[in-house]
C-alpha cells in the first residue's frame, strides 16, 4: 500500500475485531512514528501501550469517573468553547451521521451514553496508545506530535491495522497517568483504539466528506 492509498483508505475505527495484535506490529507502527519531523528535532512524544490488564483497569476507572459524575478535567482544550461556521456544520454532520449508523436515536439518551461509553472500552481494539507531551514544551511541539501521530495511522493501514485517534481518552488524564505510572510533568495528548477493524460493523462503513482542495487553497504568483 502506497502512502497516497493509506491516506484515502484510513479512516476512524469505532468497531474493532478481538483479534490479538503481536507486539512486533506494534513496535514496528512506532519505529515508522519515530521518523516524523519536529523542531531542532526535539523529539517531544512519549507513548504509553496498553494491552490486557492495564487496559482494563483504565477503562474501569473511565467508565467509574464518568458514572460518579466527576468533572470532566483534561489537560488542554481540544475543541473551542464556541464553535463558528463552518465548523459548527462539519461536526453537527459528523454526529449525526455517527449516531445514524448505530441507529442511535437523538431522544434516547441511554443510547447515547451507551455509545460514548464505548470510546472507554477503546471500541473492543485490543491496544491502546497513549501519547503524552512534556507540559514545558510550547505550541509549535503539538504541532509535532500530530506529524508524529498521522506517521503511526498511516504505518497501521499500511500493515492492515485499524486506528481511532481518541480526544475522549484524554478527558480524565490524572486516572490515566496513575494507572499507566506517568508523570505529571507529561501532559496527555490523546489516546488511541489500534487493532482489526470489524468488516461488517455498520459505524465503520459510513464515511463523512472532506471539503476539496478548492475550498482551502489559495494561489500566489
Known amino acids: 500500500m502506497d502512502v497516497f492509498e493509506a491516506m484515502r483508505a484510513r479512516r476512524a475505527c469505532r ?18 512514528a519515530r521518523w516524523a519531523p519536529s523542531g531542532v528535532n526535539s523529539q517531544p512524544w512519549f507513548v504509553a501501550v496498553a494491552r490486557g490488564e492495564s487496559k482494563a483497569r ?36 459528523c ?6 449508523a448505530q ?10 451514553e451507551k455509545s460514548w461509553n464505548n470510546n472507554y472500552r477503546f471500541f473492543g481494539a485490543p491496544v491502546a496508545l497513549f501519547f503524552f507531551i512534556d507540559r514545558s514544551m ?7 506530535m500530530g506529524l508524529f501521530l498521522q506517521n503511526a ?13 481518541q480526544a475522549s481518552l484524554a478527558d480524565y488524564p490524572a486516572l490515566v497517568r496513575e494507572v499507566l505510572g506517568v508523570a505529571p510533568a507529561r501532559a496527555l495528548v490523546c489516546g488511541m483504539a489500534l487493532g ?8 465503520n462503513l459510513y464515511r463523512l466528506e472532506r471539503e476539496p482542495v478548492s475550498g482551502f487553497t489559495s494561489w500566489h504568483e
Request: proline share 12%; hydrophobic share 40%; net charge negative.
Open 153 to 165: 495511522m498511516l504505518a497501521a493501514q499500511s500493515l492492515g491495522l485499524a486506528t481511532c485517534p
Open 138 to 144: 510550547a505550541q509549535g511541539s503539538w504541532v509535532d
Open 95 to 100: 454526529g449525526i451521521t455517527m449516531y445514524a
Open 58 to 93: 483504565i477503562t474501569q476507572a473511565l467508565l467509574d469517573a464518568r458514572a460518579r459524575g466527576e468533572p470532566e478535567a483534561p489537560d488542554y482544550h481540544y475543541y473551542p468553547r464556541e464553535w463558528p461556521e463552518p465548523y459548527k456544520t462539519r461536526r453537527k454532520v
Open 15 to 32: 468497531a474493532f475485531l478481538d483479534t490479538p495484535v503481536p507486539p512486533p506490529l506494534i513496535e514496528k507502527i512506532l519505529e515508522a
Open 196 to 203: 482489526y477493524a470489524d468488516p461488517d460493523a455498520a459505524v
Open 103 to 112: 441507529k442511535v436515536a437523538k431522544d434516547d439518551p441511554a443510547a447515547r
